[in-house]
């Protein structure tokens, strides 16, 4: 063998022994996993889920590319607590985060509860399986330094801490009407954080959306050699009685500012799912598209400028249909079936079970939690079914009386027992904080009827 067929073999050999040492290829790696979460968004604000007014072409093809869950729901009608439970697998009441004096069902800014650091999230559990960790857009589980994100297993954050409406003119109007218990006269302009800087204040609402699907794709990029969990938390629609979007999308729908609001997060979606797609990650990274709760909605009959959960009876911020059911998309080619439904109970609460199995880890098992590993459901395997066959459910506390008096205006829907914990002081022992009824069947609630005074 000649000097040069000698070099030539030596430096072929090394690179093959380079390559084999390298980041694996996708396949061989556990599974991203993305949560694409908007707002007050409403069950039947989307097209697969039934609108024919907003205009939906990429969760169209996500439907068409993955599953449906028809029955998929969110533990609380209002953000905080049904946030609590996705990113710790337990009902809020169990973690003190369904109510608290000052704040009532929501925090509001400056608040001095949150989500306790003792209790493990989804990322920190990710984060122990070796994953890198991203949330984007509204947090909502306590703004003060120890309860931000970046002290609940993210690696990085960029967002808002709260609502979009929780600005410093609204808690200025407030003050006004007496809302001192909230030290709303000290509310900061919204701000818009980086980690643990405010970095923009007030923050521009109108470019939220577009903006958290450009840091997303940054994300995904960063990240792509190595697994990751990315919650893309999107503050739109939001709570504002008309949400924000960015000039590409504003006044373009056929439902005013609520409309433009859901096509421009129909728009990030497809940003983020053409950007694993290019980066060949569509096959390993698992994408669940859904809602915190259900949309706000209009007292008008037909007017839905504050969103739509039809077919489903009620309103958001309610233990209704329409407040706690919500629309959900799985998505991941070649593991998902295509073009499927699922009918199956499921929750929010399932999600930090689910992914922490699916990355080859196992979920604390030094506390109680609520939630389930669906991915049986998740993949349609023959004769799967969620173990649970019962929810409980947050009921406003100002209706709770009446709701003990049989006047229903909390629209009751599930329980389940035991549902008040010892770990909550707020509601520990106190069950009047929940609504009590009996499940009729997968798609027959008891509904009392509304007081009409």
Not at 417 to 435: F, K
Not at 438 to 453: K, N, V, Y
Request: hydrophobic fraction near 35%; aromatic fraction near 8%.
């Amino acid at each position: 063998m000649t000097e040069q067929a000698f070099i030539r073999k030596a430096l072929s050999a090394a690179l093959l022994l380079l390559a084999a040492c390298g980041s694996k290829p996708p396949a061989a790696r556990p599974p991203n996993f993305i949560i694409l979460w908007c707002d007050n968004l409403g069950y039947g604000d989307v097209e697969p889920f039934g609108s024919n007014l907003h205009r939906t072409p990429n969760l169209n093809r996500m439907a068409r590319e993955g599953r449906r869950f028809t029955d998929f729901y969110s533990t609380s009608g209002v953000c905080t607590p049904s946030r609590a439970s996705l990113m710790t697998g337990a009902y809020p009441q169990r973690i003190g985060m369904a109510y608290n004096e000052r704040d009532q069902h929501v925090l509001r800014p400056i608040s001095p509860y949150g989500l306790n650091p003792d209790e493990v999230t989804v990322a920190e559990a990710l984060k122990q399986q070796g994953y890198a960790t991203g949330i984007l857009g509204k947090w909502h589980l306590g703004d003060q330094l120890e309860f931000l994100p970046t002290r609940q297993g993210f690696d990085y954050y960029w967002g808002v801490p709260y609502s979009d409406d929780m600005t410093q003119e609204q808690g200025q109007r407030i003050a006004l009407r007496g809302g001192k218990t909230m030290d709303a006269d000290r509310w900061p302009p919204l701000p818009l954080m980086e980690n643990e800087t405010v970095i923009e204040a007030p923050t521009d609402r109108n470019t939220l959306t577009k903006r958290e699907a450009e840091h997303a794709v940054a994300f995904i990029e960063k990240h792509r050699d190595e697994p990751f969990f990315l919650f893309v938390s999107h503050a739109m629609p939001g709570s504002t009685p008309t949400p924000f979007s960015s000039e590409t999308f504003r006044g373009k729908s056929q439902n005013g500012p609520w409309g433009d609001a859901v096509e421009e997060l129909d728009w990030a979606a497809g940003q983020i799912l053409d950007k694993l797609v290019e980066l060949g990650l569509a096959e390993n990274t698992l994408v669940i598209w859904t809602s915190d709760n259900g949309a706000p909605i209009n007292r008008e009959p037909g007017n839905l400028a504050r969103g739509s959960n039809l077919p489903l009876y009620g309103p958001g911020y309610s233990t209704a249909e329409g407040g706690q059911r919500i629309p959900m998309i799985a998505w991941m080619p070649g593991t998902i079936p295509a073009g499927t439904t699922e009918q199956e109970l499921a929750s929010t609460l399932d999600i930090l079970p689910t992914f922490v199995h699916m990355a080859g880890g196992k979920p604390p098992s030094d506390r109680k939690l609520d939630g389930y590993d669906i991915r049986p459901l998740l993949v349609g395997e023959p004769g799967a079914a969620n173990p649970r066959t019962r929810l409980s459910c947050t009921s406003i506390a100002s209706n709770c009386k009446r709701c003990e008096a049989g006047l229903g205006s909390c629209f009751s829907r599930l329980i389940i027992s035991n549902a008040t914990r010892t770990s909550s002081p707020e509601t520990a022992g106190s069950p009047s904080c929940l609504t009590w009824s009996r499940m009729l069947g997968p798609h027959t609630m008891s509904r009392p009827s509304i007081p009409t005074s």
